[in-house]
């Protein structure tokens, strides 16, 4: 790397043991190689991505040697700042809920259905999972559900304690879902921070009611609609976090879908208080996990209507969407502003010369 080390000094991240030319081979150029995570930049043993080391189920960062992170109780690990917004009971989970809801209805999109959010454990996710008959989801760690199916399923009670670095006296009871309409419940993942859940949210709460209407969408149409709006409530968040009424100066649709959308978005989320430094670094951190995606539903689907939302705005490309199911193709502002100037004849009133047109 250019530089003389001692060899108590140059160190894994992860396990503190000393990196040597014995554990970590040399390239061809003779350099010593390692590994480092896309956004956090954390370097580490490449033995590490395969030998168990735990990772913080929100942020993905490496445990190191001179930390512990929370375990919680189903098997997950949560490094000690994301643990201090982690939500843990469904009644916590709320009023996201309703702040995702006033969100939508800045961008004109009022969310009709009501339905239970419920906060659940991982197994409990897996199985409800299990009991959809369709739909698409998310992994290889799903992170919520929009559920259609009538099913009982295990929803957390309330907020359990913390006894070292363990959770303990988690307080569960089964919730009997009825089908009152198309969605049965949004099932959330307990122990996320609040971003988690940001991003996680917006799909299920919106698609219900502000996609009926629509044709059957393709995958990569639906879900990229819906990384575009969760892309969009992360980028809105952060900035009211920060205090600032300012616009974003992000590359997220959000800062050229709709200014006044933005402003009263941030005006209203400002009333939540300040972020610290750190809830505002991992809101851009799963920002990044939207960006980077690579599956072809959520990843590309999200590139391609995100480029429709820059282009031409939100409203014009949902329009399209519910016209044609698909996301507007590149001649679509050419053939728009083609069409606003056509003329056709027309059977009723006048123009004062005798001719008729509309």
């Not at 059957?216 to 892309?231: K, T």
């Not at 933005?262 to 610290?276: D, L, T």
Request: hydrophobic share 30%; proline share 6%.
């Amino acid at each position: 790397m250019g530089a003389v080390w001692h060899p108590e000094c140059f160190r894994c991240h992860a396990c503190n043991q000393p990196i040597s030319d014995y554990e970590i081979p040399t390239n061809a150029a003779g350099l010593i190689e390692y590994r480092a995570h896309p956004f956090w930049h954390q370097k580490y043993c490449p033995a590490h991505e395969n030998d168990g080391t735990p990772r913080c189920c929100s942020c993905e960062r490496m445990e190191p040697v001179d930390a512990r992170y929370l375990i919680l109780d189903d098997g997950r690990k949560l490094c000690l700042e994301c643990l201090d917004s982690s939500i843990m009971d469904t009644h916590e989970c709320q009023p996201l809920y309703l702040e995702i809801q006033e969100f939508y209805e800045g961008l004109n999109m009022k969310v009709e259905q009501q339905v239970p959010l419920l906060l659940v454990e991982r197994q409990a996710l897996n199985e409800a999972m299990e009991g959809e008959k369709n739909g698409h989801h998310h992994m290889p760690e799903t992170r919520g559900l929009c559920l259609s199916e009538e099913q009982t399923v295990s929803t957390i009670l309330r907020r359990p304690r913390i006894g070292g670095y363990r959770i303990l006296d988690m307080f569960t009871e089964p919730y009997k879902l009825v089908r009152q309409c198309e969605v049965t419940a949004i099932l959330i993942l307990y122990g996320l921070p609040r971003n988690a859940y940001q991003e996680g949210m917006p799909k299920p709460s919106y698609q219900p009611s502000c996609f009926s209407g629509y044709p059957n969408l393709s995958p990569d149409v639906e879900e990229g609609i819906c990384q575009v709006l969760a892309h969009m409530w992360l980028d809105s968040e952060i900035v009211a976090g920060s205090g600032s009424n300012m616009a974003s100066t992000s590359s997220s649709s959000s800062s050229s879908a709709s200014s006044s959308t933005a402003s009263s978005s941030s005006s209203g989320s400002s009333k939540k208080g300040k972020r610290s430094e750190f809830e505002k670094k991992l809101g851009d951190f799963f920002k990044h996990q939207i960006e980077s995606d690579s599956s072809t539903a959520y990843g590309d689907g999200f590139r391609e209507g995100n480029k429709a939302v820059l282009k031409y705005g939100l409203k014009s490309t949902l329009d399209h969407i519910r016209l044609t199911g698909n996301f507007p193709c590149p001649d679509f502002g050419r053939i728009s502003r083609r069409r606003a100037v056509v003329v056709r004849p027309w059977l009723g009133g006048g123009c004062g010369d005798g001719r008729r047109w509309r």
